[in-house]
């Protein structure tokens, strides 16, 4: 490695134009594939597509032809009659016919258009009112066909609306003083475009009354589109922020330029060699930049913080940087694969985005390295001796002596004078953290990763409020269709037609000699045919046959009992029968009941709706019927309404898989995983009339699954990266040790960090789930320059008495300086208005901070009351010092 590492400096040194030219080929190289670069804002991407529960997901979206739903809310309560005035009714319809138009032209089919779905809208205009025509007799008419023009006509509009179980609480509240328009989407990706025609229609309309616009697609959408946004932001803040810390620590501008071209080389090549490689940008992706910012300019930082302390005007810049590059090339190496390696981790996430974004990560933290052992001393060679006067530790010797050096001094004390009961301290929070991690709930929800002040997040407070949820899950259930025709099946079929048979006599006299004729067939035509359903179609196929050249009097006995086998092959319809249609009615009931949502819709609300019409009107009639041609009967009469294809979203029309969509009012992931296993419970609990087998589809239950493969996803690439930084320590120090002692601060400070999340009740959601992967690498590079600045003065100094006085000096300082630059670089991520980015700023923050506070002081305390244990042989690494990209080894003049 020596060799090597000599090479390449004297290379840089000698041939530092070249170095340059080929650092910024490079770097153009990767930056021109940039205007190729594609966004993927689609969270549905975060699973693989062939997990199971994303391909039933999509094969249930075909199979009821269900969109994705943007939500538009109106709320009035000011005016006593709600949202049901001439005015704001007016303003509502005007609304409907503009979402009419919100079409633009497909992309992916070309020729076509894509956007809101009119007709599958639901809105007062475009809805039917189901009433009775008389005895037997269903009307429908349009709920609003026009705009009312008197209060009178508003408020018949809003109890035809409320006298609708399938209306009431989904498109109007129950106090009136709400409602909502859904309108369906060809594709999720547009609804951020519908979103904001909308927003600026709604402007031009004025009113008291308040709009809203949610659903998960805008959620969704939104995220990605101000994701991307605040990237821009809070890139250039961090950027600007450093800037000014290293100004601080450095004085000089020619020298701090130098983190920031490095910094800027490693962002433009990993992001351009992902998008030449052809991955998309996705949500987690974005963040390499603010990322790499702070991380991939701290290894210049330290070299810059060495050629501070050795260079002097006799040894000349030359001299200088070639041997700061001979003493740290080794440790940046070691320090900088560590730091990739806990990147390198997410690839073991089963999550394709955070694999990308962990590959590329650690892509940019090695091109960082490289740029730093290459362009630093060429960089070094560019700068003209004069610009370098009054630069150096000499020249700041006076400096020295601060308030940071008074303040670690003090630390130092406290940490070898009252080392136990620091410890014990310690212990004691560790204890109360571990209690508070056992309280962490595991939640996630796309609506609270907006501030509150967000018109997202106030719409879903607002109309989560007013009507039974906007957030939507489907349970899918299927029914099972009879295999081979058993022996007992034929002959309750034959009891059954014999029976029949005599019932019609009256009307048929020859009915029950045909019957029984047909009854000695059936064991023949039962052993020609697979199924039951075949078996059936036989028979009927039969009787067609033999009718057609009889008497008109025989012809019609056959028809009749032709349509006995049509019936039984009916009940073979699961979604026919009654008894399952009254079993759905009851788990609706329970779900209801229970708060676990609030509302649901299925095929048992339209055939009880329809009955209670067909019947008298009255509400008590609002109910299963008691046979399957009453049942069929309603189906029959719901396809002759304005919106026919409306069943068809609840039921497929072989009536062997219905879909009950399940309305929740919180996007809270453990309210839905609580409704699941409610589901679970009461299918297991209650017994189905016939077999059913069920499973959930839809955003919000994809979301969910999401939820459970990255907790557990990023939980692995923790434990992985956690095993991978200590066998990497472990092999360094030589001892499995050593190699524990290191990983303390970061334990400590993470055990805490999620202590705190669960003490005070915040949940446990994406970005803290990605933030344990992601910090082990980074945070503990404190601990590794401590323990071997430590092991080196030991072996110089033989006591740890003696040692103490001397790591709180120039070491202690290093550390601290570094921990504020990769610290404070994540503190722009707090201006955004997204919750994953403030949090991933401040978590980082504290983790990094903490780390660095905690190898200040738990770590000395270690070593001395385990000297013994820690001292005995303490064998010299290969590398002459290890330090850490991420602190400086020496003072900087200044503080």
């Known amino acids: ?160 609306a409320l006298s609708n179980p399938l209306l009431r609480g989904q498109m109007v509240s129950e106090d009136g003083k709400a409602l909502c328009v859904y309108l369906p989407l060809t594709d999720k990706m547009l609804s951020y475009q519908v979103y904001t025609s909308l927003r600026k229609k709604i402007g031009e309309l004025g009113g008291d009354e308040e709009y809203h616009i949610t659903g998960l697609p805008v959620a969704e959408g939104a995220i990605g589109v101000e994701m991307f946004t605040q990237m821009g932001t809070a890139s250039p803040l961090a950027m600007a922020l450093i800037f000014g810390l290293l100004m601080l620590f450095f004085r000089k501008g020619v020298i701090i330029i130098l983190p920031m071209i490095i910094a800027t080389v490693s962002i433009i090549s990993s992001m351009g060699l992902m998008i030449a490689l052809g991955f998309p940008v996705h949500i987690l992706s974005s963040m390499l930049p603010i990322f790499l910012m702070s991380i991939a300019m701290v290894d210049s930082v330290h070299v810059l913080s060495e050629f501070f302390d050795v260079y002097t005007k006799e040894k000349g810049r030359k001299e200088t940087i070639k041997e700061v590059m001979n003493t740290l090339f080794a440790p940046m190496l070691y320090t900088s694969l560590t730091t990739a390696a806990g990147f390198l981790s997410l690839t073991l996430a089963p999550i394709p985005p955070a694999r990308i974004f962990g590959a590329f990560l650690s892509i940019g933290v090695m091109i960082a390295w490289l740029v730093t052992i290459l362009f630093v001393p060429a960089y070094i060679m560019m700068i003209p001796e004069q610009k370098l006067e009054n630069f150096g530790l000499s020249a700041h010797e006076e400096k020295k002596q601060n308030w940071l050096t008074r303040v670690l001094g003090a630390m130092g004390r406290l940490s070898y004078n009252y080392a136990k009961p620091l410890l014990g301290v310690f212990l004691i929070l560790a204890a109360v953290a571990v209690w508070g991690i056992t309280q962490i709930q595991i939640n996630d929800n796309y609506a609270k990763r907006f501030i509150k002040s967000h018109p997202i997040r106030k719409a879903d407070i607002a109309l989560n409020k007013h009507f039974g949820g906007t957030y939507t899950a489907y349970l899918i259930l299927e029914g099972k269709l009879p295999g081979k025709a058993k022996k007992q099946d034929i002959q309750k079929i034959g009891k059954d037609l014999t029976h029949y048979a005599r019932e019609v006599m009256n009307e048929y006299e020859n009915a029950p000699g045909l019957a029984e004729a047909l009854v000695q067939k059936l064991p023949d035509f039962a052993r020609e045919n697979d199924t039951l359903e075949d078996f059936l179609n036989s028979v009927i196929e039969h009787i067609e046959k033999i009718s057609a050249d009889t008497s008109d009097e025989t012809y019609y006995a056959w028809q009749e009992l032709q349509n006995f086998f049509g019936i039984e092959k009916e009940k073979l319809r699961t979604f026919k029968q009654p008894e399952i249609l009254a079993y759905m009615a009851g788990f609706q009931a329970y779900m209801e009941n229970a708060g676990l949502i ?250 990094l901070s903490a780390s660095g506070l905690i190898t200040l002081l738990v770590l000395p305390a270690i070593l001395t009351v385990a000297k013994k244990w820690f001292f005995r042989k303490v064998e010299k690494p290969d590398i002459k010092t290890v330090a850490s990209p991420n602190f400086e080894s020496k003072s900087v003049g200044c503080n």
């Open 598 to 847: 609030g509302k649901s819709t299925s095929v048992a609300d339209v055939v009880r709706k329809v009955n209670q019409e067909l019947t008298d009107g009255r509400p008590e009639n609002f109910r299963i019927p008691e046979k399957l041609q009453g049942v069929a009967e309603c189906y029959m009469q719901f396809q002759q309404s304005h919106r026919p294809n409306d069943l068809w979203h609840l039921v497929t029309p072989d009536y062997m898989r219905t879909s009950i969509q399940m309305q929740f009012t919180t996007g809270d992931s453990m309210n839905t995983k609580a409704a699941v296993r409610a589901a679970d419970a009461y299918f297991r609990d209650h017994e189905p009339p016939a077999e059913l087998s069920y499973r959930w589809a839809g955003l919000h239950y994809i979301n969910l699954v999401l939820e459970d493969k990255l907790v557990w996803g990023f939980l692995n690439s923790f434990l992985g990266s956690f095993l991978i930084v200590f066998v990497m320590m472990s092999v360094l120090f030589r001892s499995a040790l050593w190699g524990m002692l290191c990983m303390v601060p970061l334990t400590i400070t993470l055990v805490a960090i999620y202590g705190i999340t669960g003490i005070i009740g915040k949940d446990y959601d994406l970005p803290i789930a990605v933030l344990s992967a992601l910090s082990i690498g980074m945070a503990v590079d404190f601990a590794i320059h401590f323990l071997e600045r430590s092991r080196v003065a030991y072996q110089e100094q033989g006591s740890w008495k003696a040692v103490v006085p001397k790591m709180f000096g120039e070491p202690a300082r290093a550390i601290s300086r570094n921990v504020l630059v990769i610290a404070i670089g994540f503190l722009p991520l707090l201006v955004a208005p997204l919750i994953p980015y403030k949090t991933t700023g401040i978590m980082l923050f504290v983790i």
């Open 1 to 160: 490695m020596k060799t090597f590492k000599n090479k390449l400096a004297d290379i840089s040194v000698s041939h530092y134009k070249l170095v340059t030219f080929v650092m910024v080929l490079f770097t153009l190289i990767t930056g021109a594939f940039f205007p190729l670069v594609t966004m993927d804002t689609d969270p549905e991407n975060m699973l693989e597509k062939d997990e199971p529960a994303r391909v039933f997901h999509n094969k249930t979206k075909k199979a009821f032809d269900l969109s994705e739903i943007v939500v538009l809310g109106i709320i009035n309560e000011h005016d006593p009659d709600g949202v049901f005035n001439p005015k704001t009714l007016r303003h509502i319809y005007e609304l409907t016919e503009f979402a009419k138009t919100l079409r633009w032209r497909d992309e992916k089919n070309p020729g076509q258009t894509a956007g809101v779905i009119e007709v599958d809208m639901i809105a007062p205009s475009l809805v039917d009112h189901m009433t009775q025509g008389g005895p037997g007799v269903i009307r429908f008419e349009w709920l609003m066909p026009r705009p009312p023009e008197t209060r009178k006509e508003a408020l018949a509009i809003r109890d035809k």
